[in-house]
């Protein structure tokens, strides 16, 4: 089974600027999460979709936003980028909701804002 | 509060030593998970508990539940479980987000 993609890989954007990230989860997987890592505040938790429906949403801003697709693909969108918005988005999938499943996670998208 | 608090935040060994990473965590749990990440980002799942003991080939993971208290224990340590290891709580109050510590840091000398 191919495992989580995302993509792009990396990406660099200017202030005020909009991006949209893509992760393809592992066939058969209905549940994705985003996640945010940076230096300073580490690894925290954005949106988990399950079945194309938003369960839980962590505490930012409603600059970030996501959707999921009949196919479970799912999409993130940060718009206004801040500098602060600078740091690897990882999204993982399971087949049922993250509490009662191992997570798989992608190589994760290294943005910087510049 | 959700917290998860971890440690050591950094742990230098020799190889073949037993290392110990601790993992605290503040109110009731589904489950605590222990990620792996290597240099370069990627993120592996390594356990999924919610009471007991875990063990898979050289590591183990355990759970106390009264104590909210978790640990995993890499024996016989090689150069190649150098990475960063995170536990991650999913708390019963939120439900399937969870909330991560801050990360053990792991350099196994050969």
């Known amino acids: 089974k191919a495992g989580v993609t995302q993509t792009p890989r990396y990406l660099i954007k200017t202030r005020g600027q909009q991006v949209t990230l893509s992760c393809s989860p592992i066939?058969?997987?209905?549940?994705v999460s985003w996640y945010q890592q940076t230096p300073g505040q580490g690894l925290q938790f954005l949106f988990e979709?399950?079945?194309?429906?938003?369960?839980n949403k962590g505490n930012f801003p409603g600059r970030f936003s996501g959707r999921q697709f009949s196919n479970s693909r799912s999409e993130m969108n940060v718009s206004t980028l801040e500098l602060g918005d600078s740091a690897l988005y990882l999204c993982?999938?399971?087949?049922?909701?993250?509490?009662?499943?191992?997570?798989?996670f992608g190589p994760g998208t290294r943005l910087t804002v510049l | 509060k959700n917290e998860v608090e971890q440690s050591p935040q950094n742990l230098t060994a020799q190889e073949g030593e037993f290392i110990t990473i601790n993992c605290s965590y503040s109110?009731?749990?589904?489950?605590l998970h222990w990620l792996q990440q290597h240099p370069g980002g990627g993120i592996v799942s390594l356990f999924m508990l919610s009471s007991g003991k875990k063990k898979h080939g050289r590591l183990i993971a355990t759970i106390n539940i009264q104590e909210k208290h978790s640990s995993l224990h890499i024996t016989a340590s090689h150069p190649r479980d150098s990475a960063v290891y995170i536990c991650a709580a999913d708390y019963m109050n939120t439900g399937n987000q969870f909330y991560f510590g801050t990360g053990t840091s792991l350099t196994v000398i050969p």
């Open positions: 066939s058969g997987h209905r549940s």
């Open positions: 109110v009731g749990i589904s489950a």
């Open positions: 993982a999938s399971s087949a049922r909701r993250p509490s009662t499943d191992t997570q798989y």
């Open positions: 979709y399950f079945s194309e429906t938003q369960r």
